[in-house]
Nanobody
């Protein structure tokens, strides 16, 4: 599977963005999809994940209640709706795939930059 993240941009604090992760190349429903981010000078951080058919979702504490992950398997796409954005959400956001029930996210797409101004 190949992944391409999009939807990043510049937004003011308190605003919203929706990121998309478009997949191609193989059976999309074979994969759980996760979102990760990496801010400048910091380590990559797990944000959220969604199971193959969307029945299970998880979030890191810092985004709970603000971010929502979803997937449309008919469109081979996973979304990350980000509301109430904060300057500390500024980072490059990547989506990644893990096969089946694995938590080994070993397929990565190019990231999309989110910048939140104060």
């Amino acid at each position: 599977v190949q992944l391409q993240a999009s939807g990043g941009g510049l937004v003011q604090a308190g605003g919203s963005l929706r990121l998309s992760c478009q997949a191609s190349g193989t059976t999309f429903t074979n994969y759980a999809i996760g979102w990760f981010r990496q801010a400048l000078g910091k380590e990559r951080e797990f944000i959220s994940t969604i199971s193959r058919f969307g029945s299970e979702v998880y979030y890191t504490d810092s985004v709970k209640g603000r971010f929502t992950i979803s997937r449309d398997n008919a469109k081979n796409t996973v979304y990350l709706q980000m509301n109430s954005l904060k300057p500390e959400d500024t980072a490059v956001y990547h989506c990644a795939a893990a096969l089946g029930l694995s938590t080994d996210y070993n397929i990565w797409g190019q990231g999309t930059l989110v910048t939140v101004s104060s």
